[in-house]
């Protein structure tokens, strides 16, 4: 992203917003406006700051995310993925202390599959096919799922995630009036 490009800080949307449950639209082309998108996205990500963030999140429906897992003191990782597809996953599993954007001061532990191997249109619009693991591998599921409408908190117990969607539905009402 050059210097002389002015990037928008968008809102992030929380639950209940229902744009958060709909299965987002393929990406038809990569071209500047979606450039511009996700280096959008990015300064967004990392103004919450978060690691991960979907189309969906911002209101927007395409399935596009963005994603950097380096902390305050590594050098900048960012990650975009146009029509990400999990291709495969490995069946050995790993559990990580997961958060979102969208459900703020929410964190659970959530078990997803240590390797993924992801397919998707890179920033030019080169098909791309990547085999990743670690915190990376938690972090693309996450943002897919975004992509489906699945959240992190669908992963609980149906009772802790009524709990929380009842206590954001709650705030907003209470903020609606």
Same mark, same amino acid.
């Given at each position: /992203?050059?210097?002389?490009? /002015?990037?928008?800080?968008? #809102? $992030?949307?929380?639950?209940p917003e229902s744009v958060l449950r709909e299965?987002?639209? @393929?990406?038809?082309?990569?071209?500047?406006?979606?450039?511009?998108?996700?280096?959008? /996205?990015?300064?967004? +990500?990392?103004?919450?700051?978060?690691?991960?963030?979907?189309? #969906? !999140?911002?209101?927007?429906?395409?399935?596009? $995310?963005? +994603?950097?897992?380096?902390?305050?003191?590594?050098? @900048?990782? @960012?990650?975009? /993925?146009?029509?990400?597809?999990?291709?495969?996953?490995?069946?050995? +599993?790993?559990? !990580?202390?997961?958060?979102?954007?969208?459900? #703020?001061?929410?964190?659970?532990?959530?078990?997803? @599959?240590?390797?993924?191997?992801?397919?998707?249109?890179?920033?030019? *619009?080169?098909? !791309?096919?990547?085999?990743?693991?670690?915190?990376?591998?938690?972090?693309? !599921?996450?943002?897919?799922?975004?992509?489906? *409408?699945?959240?992190? $908190?669908?992963?609980l117990s149906r009772l802790k995630r009524d709990m929380i969607v009842r206590k954001f539905t709650?705030?907003?009402?209470?903020?609606?009036?």
């Amino acid at each position: /992203m050059s210097a002389s490009v /002015m990037t928008s800080i968008y #809102p $992030i949307l929380t639950i209940p917003e229902s744009v958060l449950r709909e299965t987002a639209e @393929p990406v038809e082309l990569v071209d500047d406006d979606l450039r511009k998108l996700m280096d959008d /996205m990015l300064a967004t +990500m990392y103004d919450a700051p978060g690691v991960g963030l979907a189309a #969906p !999140q911002i209101g927007i429906s395409r399935r596009v $995310i963005v +994603m950097d897992p380096a902390r305050d003191d590594e050098e @900048p990782a @960012p990650l975009v /993925m146009a029509n990400p597809v999990i291709l495969d996953r490995s069946e050995e +599993m790993r559990i !990580q202390e997961e958060g979102c954007l969208s459900i #703020p001061d929410v964190t659970a532990e959530v078990e997803r @599959p240590a390797l993924t191997r992801v397919a998707f249109l890179d920033r030019e *619009g080169k098909p !791309q096919e990547s085999e990743i693991d670690g915190i990376l591998s938690t972090i693309v !599921q996450h943002e897919v799922d975004h992509l489906n *409408g699945v959240l992190f $908190i669908d992963y609980l117990s149906r009772l802790k995630r009524d709990m929380i969607v009842r206590k954001f539905t709650k705030q907003k009402r209470a903020t609606a009036i």
